[in-house]
């Protein structure tokens, strides 16, 4: 087997290790699993790490296990929570569980016949016939409150200035440390990973899988670091909220520009963590980055492979032309290609101004269009001079005083682009 724990480390990937476990790797075809809280009905780029994860154990050569908590999702996971989670119906967790699952299919072929083929498991289809009386004795006997009272998740919730933790989220780890002991029973499940702030949760499910079997059996645990941006705030969130992996909460666009907007020391962690590209690669990356930097050459490329992996090729096509319209370097087909929301997230912010079909349908002369319509330009005068200059566009294209605005020019049937020199621009809604 290939050394998948040196590659995790030289990609910052590796934050606590159990001992044991990169020998487990190297030995053997390992089935790990990691487990997705459906506390949304998507995933957002926080996620994209444990899912990169997957990946990686699948192409070496190990056998990954995604678990969406269909019955941990039915308590809350205390660990990084100062407050008790609301707990969700059931309506909303079976939605919520679909929606996960659709995710990840995205990312692992559940339906491979390879021998290390993924594996999709939810922890409610062992846990609900469950008892409570069982479980207190099968499960409960094992761990003392002691153990579990040592545990950071808890101990911070106690001694903090929040109204402590519900009996409920106390046996969350337990919960979780039966899934361990479960799909090691069913699946020869050796090894758990996760965030850095699981490796409680994680530990307590090894110490089951030990207890609860009588030959000596073997477990193990592995945590990355919770990814964070180099001024020190949360990663995953931009002005608009969290970065989805779902285009029906982000668009291709907003999500192709957060990573192109990245600090260049969070573009050279990030190139490493979110994408395969190898070793050699990166590096030579980094150097020609750090030459020329105003290019912003690891961005794009960060931008550009994360992108097509969380999406596709062809999406990433769209974001990169939407994002070339800010600087000119597309035409009026490109422009008219565009959906409604990335072409109103494109324009977020230029002024706007309504005009009614009717208008549009007898026709405008340009002059009108650009004062007494929309206010762009202060008088008819100024939009004379504009024109003469050659400096007005509509859509791209660059117009004359002889220019009608008609509804052969509107965007999806409702917009028209207007621009002055080459970053004025100013949006007609057509209502």
């Not at 007005?392 to 605005?405: D, G, M, P, Q, Y």
Request: net charge negative.
């Amino acid at each position: 087997m290939k050394n998948i724990i040196a590659e995790l480390q030289w990609r910052g990937l590796v934050h606590d290790i159990m001992p044991g476990t990169e020998e487990q790797l190297l030995k053997e075809m390992t089935a790990t699993y990691i487990g997705f809280d459906p506390t949304s009905d998507s995933l957002h780029i926080g996620s994209l790490v444990p899912i990169i994860l997957l990946v990686h154990l699948g192409h070496f050569g190990h056998k990954p296990i995604a678990l969406v908590g269909g019955a941990t999702g039915m308590i809350g996971d205390p660990s990084g929570k100062s407050d008790e989670r609301n707990l969700l119906d059931e309506a909303t967790l079976n939605h919520n569980v679909a929606g996960i699952k659709k995710v990840l299919s995205r990312f692992l072929d559940f339906n491979s016949t390879e021998k290390n083929a993924p594996i999709l498991v939810n922890n409610y289809d062992w846990m609900k016939t469950f008892t409570f009386i069982d479980f207190a004795r099968e499960v409960g006997k094992r761990i003392t409150v002691n153990y579990m009272m040592a545990k950071d998740s808890v101990k911070k919730r106690l001694t903090g200035d929040g109204e402590g933790m519900s009996f409920t989220e106390f046996t969350y780890q337990l919960i979780q440390g039966y899934d361990f002991y479960h799909l090691h029973k069913h699946y020869n499940c050796l090894l758990q990973m996760g965030g850095s702030d699981q490796w409680g949760n994680i530990t307590t499910g090894t110490e089951l899988v030990r207890r609860m079997n009588h030959d000596g059996a073997k477990a193990y645990a592995m945590t990355c670091p919770l990814i964070t941006k180099a001024d020190g705030s949360k990663f995953g969130k931009s002005e608009g909220g969290n970065i989805w992996l779902d285009a029906d909460k982000t668009s291709v666009y907003k999500f192709y520009q957060f990573w192109l907007n990245t600090t260049d020391v969070d573009a050279e962690k990030y190139i490493k963590i979110f994408t395969f590209l190898d070793e050699t690669l990166i590096d030579s990356l980094i150097k020609e980055h750090q030459v020329v930097p105003h290019l912003r050459i690891l961005q794009r490329k960060l931008a550009e492979v994360v992108t097509a992996f969380v999406h596709s090729k062809e999406d990433l096509e769209k974001a990169i032309e939407a994002s070339n319209i800010l600087f000119g370097n597309t035409s009026a087909d490109g422009l008219k290609q565009l959906d409604e929301t990335t072409f109103l997230e494109v324009f977020e912010g230029v002024s706007q101004a309504e005009v009614s079909l009717n208008d549009i349908e007898k026709g405008i002369d340009i002059v009108t269009v650009l004062n007494e319509k929309t206010g762009f330009m202060k008088s008819n005068g100024e939009a004379r001079r504009a024109l003469t200059a050659n400096s007005i566009s509509v859509n791209k294209e660059k117009v004359t005083e002889e220019f009608i605005l008609s509804a052969k020019d509107l965007i999806n049937n409702q917009f028209v682009l207007l621009q002055s020199g080459k970053k004025n621009y100013f949006v007609i809604r057509v209502v």
